[in-house]
């Protein structure tokens, strides 16, 4: 069998191979203006990674020559810290957000107040129900909303079994993952310091 030659055809959407000669100028027009851009894009993408590695890598040097000024080592990358001009009219911050989630004690503290919820089920206030049962729904990602659950800890309850619960909840809250954001901001005419946008959605 002979070989195809791959330049003289395309592949469709659902990969099936094309004779060029029987695409239109208007689909070969818009493949290569689609390929194009998208191209440019990718290489934006690579630009904008390698700038902000190198922002990082600069601000924890300077973190590296405060430490030396006193005569401390920086003990990682971890913590919110600042950086500003003379005049304080630009500025770069590095901020680290843990997620949070759950463990196995959660489960628990869910027994725990079911179990106080049945046993006050003929008195218990139809809005602390609805806000305890809320507390443990999960989202569209199959997630638990963990300021939900959080806040069950300031209802007082006068109960052992309640209070076990929140103790368990407490115990149960692990850091999932911390991410380490960078923002540069600049002032703008009214004095106030807004996000410099690298977000392409943003922009």
């Known amino acids: ?6 330049d003289d055809y395309m592949p469709d959407r659902k990969g099936r ?3 060029v000669a029987q695409v239109s100028d208007y689909d070969l027009a818009m493949d290569s203006f689609v390929k194009e851009q998208v191209a440019a894009a990718k290489t934006k993408s690579v630009e ?10 600069e601000c924890y040097a300077w973190l590296d020559l405060v430490a030396e000024k006193y005569g401390r ?3 990682g990358a971890k913590g919110n810290v600042s950086f500003s001009s003379f005049d304080g009219r630009q500025q770069i ?5 843990d ?8 489960q ?3 027994d725990l107040i079911d179990e106080c919820l049945t046993e006050w089920s ?15 729904q999960v989202d569209k990602e199959g997630q638990l909303n963990t300021g939900r659950i959080l806040s069950l800890r300031r209802i007082k309850i006068e109960d052992e079994r309640w209070s076990k619960a929140m103790d368990a909840i407490s115990e149960s809250l692990q850091v999932a993952v911390s991410k380490t954001y960078i923002n540069f901001r600049e002032k703008d005419d009214s004095g106030k310091l807004i996000n410099i946008p690298l977000d392409i959605a943003a922009i």
């Open 1 to 6: 069998m002979k070989d195809i030659n791959k």
């Open 17 to 19: 191979l094309v004779p």
């Open 122 to 136: 003929e008195g218990a206030n139809a809005n602390l129900r609805a806000l305890i049962s809320d507390a443990f």
């Open 48 to 57: 904008l990674r390698e700038f902000k590695r190198r922002a990082f890598d």
């Open 93 to 97: 911050t590095i901020k680290v957000q």
């Open 73 to 75: 080592t920086r003990g």
């Open 99 to 106: 997620s949070l989630t759950f463990g196995p004690e959660l």
């Open 108 to 110: 628990i503290a869910k």
